[in-house]
C-alpha cells in the first residue's frame, strides 16, 4: 500500500509473554508492521504460544536467542508484566537490544519491564496511570502525557496509547506522510463515545471502580518497584510516592 | 477488575480467517472480553491458526461447528474477507448465528461479509471508506458515520472505529458505567499525531497515495458485490456508485 521511503531496512520486533495486554502488542502491530522496507518479528521466550491476560493466544515466531538486532524494540505490559521483573533471561534480551537499537517503544507498563531492565535511568518516560508513580524506582522520571519521546525511548501511556506511540514513531523511522497513509488505512479517527479515558476526564465513581479493582496488580507492582530499587541502587526522593 | 451488572451471561464470538484485519478483532476484544458475566469465542472454520494480512498469528479456540448460540456476533474485515464472499460454510454460519443474536457488530469490511449473507437487506451500515459505496449492492443503507446502529446490528467503519463500536456495545449489552471503566482500564484517551484518520481530514497527496494503493482490492470488491447483488437479488439504484 505505501510507497518505500525508508531507507535502510528496519528489524522491529516486539516480545509477547503470558498475560500481558494483547493491544499493547496488537494495537502496534497494526502500524508498525506496515512500515515500508521492513520486518516485525513477533519474539518469544521459546516457540510455544502464551496467552494475553484475557486469554487471547498469541504465537511468537522467533525466539529471543534467535532474534536478529532490532532497529525498533517494542516492549508491551499487561499484568503478566509482573512476572518478568526479575527474569534475567528477558531482562538480558531487553538491555542487549536497547544498546544496539534505534529506539525502544515500551506499552503501557512495559515501561516498567524496562526500567527493571535498568535502561530507563535518567530517562523521561510514561505508562499506564495506575503505575506512573512507580516510574522514579527504576530511576526515570515520570512525565504525564500520552506519548513520551525521550532521546531513543519513546514510552506510550495504557493500552491504547500504544496506537499514538506506534503513529509517532512511524514519523521518527520514516516520514510524517508514511505515518499519515497508515493513519488513514486504518481510519483512526477516533470517536471515544465517553470522557473517561483518563483520570482528569473519567466520574470519580469510575475512577474509584478502576482503582479498587487494581488494587492488588498495584500493590505487588510498588513491591516490586522497591526491590528493584535495591537491586539498581536507585536512590528514592525522600517523599514516599502517593 | 468489574462489578458485574450484566444480568444474563452473555456469549459474545468473533470469527477469524485468513488475511482478515488483526485489528478488527483484537480491539473489540480488549474491550468486550472484559464485559462481566461474559465468555468470549474466538472462532475458526477449524482448529487451525490463520495469518492476518500482515503475517500475525491468530488461533480459534472453537469451530464454526461447535459454537454456541452468540448473544453478540463480531465479524471482523480486511482484505481476507473477499476470499469468503462466496463461502457457505462462513455465510451460513454468520446467518445462523444472526438470526438468534442479540447484536451482531460488524467492523471495517466484516460488513459485507454479513452483506454477502443477506443479512443487511435495509439495514443502515457503515465499513470501511474505502468500501462504503459497495453496501448498497447488499441492499444496505451506507451511512457516512463511524458507529451505525439500527436495531440489533452494529456496524463500525475502518480497523480502529471497532474500539469505538465495541464500546457502544458495552452500553447496549450492559451499561454506560462498565463501558466507562473499560475505557478507563485501556486509558483510551486518543491522541493521534496527525488528523490524517478519514478522507475529509486527510491531506490529498495522503488519500491518493492509499486509495492508488487500494485499487486493486477495492475493484475486486466491487466485482464481488455485483455478483452477490445478482444472487441476493437486489435492485440497484440506477446510478453507478462512484
Known amino acids: 500500500m505505501l510507497e518505500p521511503s525508508v531507507r535502510d531496512h528496519l528489524n522491529i520486533g516486539c516480545i509477547v509473554f503470558q498475560r500481558m495486554d494483547q493491544s499493547d502488542f496488537t494495537g502496534p502491530f497494526e502500524v508498525l508492521s506496515r512500515v515500508p522496507n ?3 518479528y513477533v519474539i518469544g521466550r521459546d516457540h510455544n504460544s502464551v496467552r494475553d491476560v484475557r486469554g487471547l493466544i498469541l504465537t511468537p515466531e522467533i525466539r529471543f536467542s534467535d532474534s536478529p538486532a532490532l532497529d525498533v524494540l517494542i516492549v ?7 512476572d518478568l ?5 528477558v531482562l538480558s534480551f531487553l538491555r542487549h537490544q536497547c544498546h544496539g537499537a534505534k529506539y525502544i517503544f515500551s506499552v503501557c507498563t512495559g515501561a516498567l519491564l524496562c526500567g527493571a531492565a535498568g535502561v530507563l535511568q535518567g530517562v523521561r518516560a510514561t505508562t499506564h496511570w495506575s ?6 524506582y527504576f530511576g526515570a522520571i515520570p512525565v504525564h502525557a500520552r506519548v513520551v519521546i525521550d532521546g531513543k525511548y519513546v514510552s506510550a501511556a495504557g493500552v491504547t496509547a500504544g496506537l499514538d506511540g506506534a503513529l509517532r514513531l512511524v514519523s521518527l523511522v520514516g516520514t510524517d506522510e508514511i505515518a499519515q497513509q497508515i493513519q488513514l488505512g486504518m481510519e483512526y479517527a477516533p470517536e471515544p463515545p465517553f470522557d473517561s479515558g483518563n483520570l482528569q476526564s473519567a466520574p470519580p465513581g469510575v475512577v474509584k471502580a478502576v482503582r479498587d479493582g487494581m488494587q492488588r496488580i498495584t500493590q505487588r507492582r510498588l513491591d516490586t518497584a522497591k526491590r528493584v530499587a535495591e537491586r539498581l541502587g536507585v536512590h528514592l526522593p525522600c517523599k514516599q510516592p502517593a
Chains 1, 2 share one sequence.
Do not use: I, K, N, R
Not at 85 to 89: A, H, S
Not at 131 to 136: C, F, R, Y
Open 76 to 82: 508491551p505490559g499487561g499484568e503478566g508484566q509482573e
Open 85 to 89: 521483573m526479575d527474569d534475567e533471561v
Open 38 to 40: 521492513s520486518t516485525f
Open 131 to 136: 503505575a506512573l508513580h512507580l516510574l522514579e
